[in-house]
């Protein structure tokens, strides 16, 4: 089973700055298979990144993937105020499908 | 308009059995994969099973195999996740979700609004 490790445990941050988060798996992410969910309080998880850089349908161009064998990173450009939210990422490389154990960016 | 609606909050007692819903529609149902999901309070998700409803050809993570069971009723577009005997550690929102359709991404593009289940007694 692939353990996802997600870095920093929470961010803080302000409006307007950038926010780069980890993803780190224990052993390599075939065909760069990791997504990106972002849930806020009392809702579901929302997809944003799949692929480990393509955007879903309607995800605002703020919102960038990037990486690849073990290492992926999730990069907010400028944090609006609806973003503050936990981030989860997603491997679905290899069976059982996993994911990290979420990032919190929180307002300074 | 893809939607999962997914069945209402349960309180149940140690040792109940329980089955909660998750209804698609929108969307061919038989087509797609749908996932559950398990977030306990305060932590994270894991990825419990799935199904596709089409042949009811079902996958279990290793964590849950044997804990619970998924099943679909594709005529009433209906996924379903059931205990035979809640234990105290089940209390948890269940996420009912949608593979997406690209056929070796095995990532969730829709979700329910979740299900929450306390077990207590």
């Known amino acids: 089973e692939i353990v996802l490790t997600q870095s920093p445990g929470t961010l803080s941050l302000s409006p307007g700055e950038r926010a780069t988060l980890s993803c780190r798996a224990s052993q390599s992410v075939s065909s760069s298979y990791l997504a990106w969910y972002q849930q806020k309080p009392g809702q579901a998880p929302r997809l944003l990144i799949y692929?480990?850089?393509s955007r879903a349908t309607g995800i605002p161009d703020r919102f960038s993937g990037g990486g690849s064998g073990t290492d992926f990173t999730l990069t907010i450009s400028r944090l609006e105020p609806e973003d503050f939210a936990v981030y989860y990422c997603?491997?679905?490389?290899?069976?059982?499908?996993?994911f990290g154990q979420g990032t919190k960016v929180e307002i300074k | 308009e893809v939607q999962l609606v997914q069945s209402g909050a349960e309180v149940k007692k140690p040792g109940e059995s329980l089955k909660i819903s998750c209804k698609g529609t929108g969307y061919s149902f038989s087509s797609y994969w749908i996932a559950w999901v398990r977030q306990m309070p305060g932590k994270g998700l894991e990825w419990m099973g799935i199904i596709y409803p089409g042949d009811s050809d079902t996958t279990y993570s290793p964590s849950f195999q044997g804990q619970v069971t998924i099943s679909a009723d594709k005529s009433i577009t209906t996924a379903s996740l059931q205990w035979s005997s809640l234990k105290a550690s089940d209390t948890a929102m269940y996420y009912c979700?949608?593979?997406?359709?690209?056929?070796?991404?095995?990532?969730?593009?829709?979700w329910g609004q979740g299900t929450l289940v306390t077990v207590s007694s």
């Open positions: 997603q491997q679905y490389g290899s069976s059982p499908w996993t």
């Open positions: 979700a949608r593979k997406t359709g690209y056929s070796s991404r095995w990532f969730f593009d829709y």
């Open positions: 692929d480990a850089s």
